[in-house]
C-alpha cells in the first residue's frame, strides 16, 4: 500500500517533499495513486510541531504563524480531471496520544470569552481525551 510518512521530529520546511502549507494548482504531487486505491497518510498538527507539550499560553506569541496549516500532499488521482468529483472514504483515522486547543485573542467562535491566549494540552487514550488544564 502507497504512503506518505512523516517524521514528527521535523517540521513541514525539513520535509517538504511531502506536503505543503497553501492549495496552489503549480505545487507537484507527492503520490500517484488509481482511482480506489487505498492509502495511509500521515499528518501534522496545525502548528506544525510549534506547540510542545510543556509550553503555555504565554509562549503562543512567538510560534511562526507563516507556517501553520501544514497539509500532507498533494495526491494525484490517476484518470481523474478537474472538475470530477471525488468520494473518499476514510478507512481508519489513528489520533496521536496528545494534542492541544489553543484560543488566540480576537478570533475564533469564543473571541468574546476568551480575551487572553489560551492554551489547553490533551491526553488521548481508549477514545477519551482528558486535560486538566480545562477550568471548571
Known amino acids: 500500500m502507497k504512503s506518505i510518512e512523516i517524521d514528527?521530529?521535523?517540521?513541514?520546511k525539513e520535509e517538504p517533499h511531502k506536503g505543503h502549507n497553501r492549495w496552489h494548482p503549480d505545487i507537484p504531487p507527492v503520490?500517484?495513486?488509481e482511482i480506489g486505491?487505498?492509502?495511509?497518510?500521515?499528518?501534522?498538527?496545525a502548528s506544525d510541531q510549534q506547540i510542545k507539550p510543556n509550553m503555555g499560553a504565554g509562549d503562543l506569541e512567538g510560534l511562526d504563524a507563516k507556517v501553520a496549516h501544514p497539509l500532507t500532499g498533494p495526491v494525484y488521482i490517476k484518470e481523474a480531471?478537474?472538475?470530477?468529483l471525488l468520494e473518499i472514504e476514510y478507512v481508519d483515522i489513528i489520533p496521536e496520544q496528545a494534542g492541544w486547543t489553543r484560543f488566540r485573542p480576537g478570533s475564533g467562535f469564543l473571541r468574546d470569552l476568551y480575551p487572553e491566549p489560551y492554551l489547553v494540552h490533551w491526553e488521548m487514550q481508549d477514545g477519551w481525551t482528558t486535560s486538566p488544564q480545562l477550568p471548571g
Not at 514528527?8 to 513541514?12: C, D, N, T, V
Not at 480531471?81 to 470530477?84: V, W
Open 8 to 12: 514528527r521530529s521535523k517540521r513541514l
Open 31 to 33: 503520490l500517484e495513486v
Open 37 to 45: 486505491e487505498e492509502v495511509v497518510l500521515e499528518t501534522r498538527d
Open 81 to 84: 480531471k478537474p472538475g470530477d
